[in-house]
């Protein structure tokens, strides 16, 4: 299984990052998720800031990577996340997983992402127009995990 971590400010490109991923012929399946940075229900988000660990979110995040290659047959996982500050819409999460089969890569994008949500050492602070605050962990993402 080929792995690629990237913890990064810069943004990416999905149709590089999907071409990067589709090049093993034994895979028949490639499933992509991009995560946006998205309004608010109940205020109007101006930018999100998102700090990490170095060295430590990297490790954390290829752990989740390998934790998902024992439990599913995949042929290439590729992780991008950026940090810093960020607008509305801007991309703010990559996960590509490519399977032999695609039920396998489903799940395993899920699982990933399930993970990376309640374990990867990210802090993130919303800045809205009434003020600014760093965001706790939700009760739905830490109820996502348990069925893993």
């Known amino acids: 299984m080929t792995l690629s971590i990237s913890v990064q400010q810069a943004d990416f490109n999905m149709a590089d990052e999907y071409a990067s991923l ?3 012929v ?3 399946a490639v ?3 991009t995560g946006l940075v998205r ?3 109940n205020s109007t988000l101006k930018a999100m800031t998102l700090e990490h ?3 430590m979110t990297e490790r954390a995040l290829e752990d989740i990577a390998k934790q ?3 439990r599913w047959q995949l042929g290439g996982v590729r992780i ?3 940090v810093g500050t960020l607008l509305p819409n801007e991309q703010i999460v990559f996960v590509g997983v490519t399977s032999p089969h695609r039920v396998a890569a489903f799940e395993a994008a899920q699982f990933i992402m399930d993970y990376l ?3 990867a050492p990210f802090w993130k602070k919303e800045h809205t127009t009434e003020q600014e605050y760093w965001v706790a962990a939700k009760a739905s993402d830490q109820a996502a995990i348990k069925r893993w």
């Open 22 to 24: 589709s090049t093993n």
């Open 26 to 28: 034994s895979c028949g």
């Open 31 to 33: 499933v992509i998720f």
């Open 39 to 41: 309004e608010l229900a």
């Open 53 to 55: 660990y170095p060295g």
């Open 68 to 70: 998902a290659q024992q």
């Open 80 to 82: 991008i996340h950026r």
């Open 117 to 119: 949500k309640n374990t």
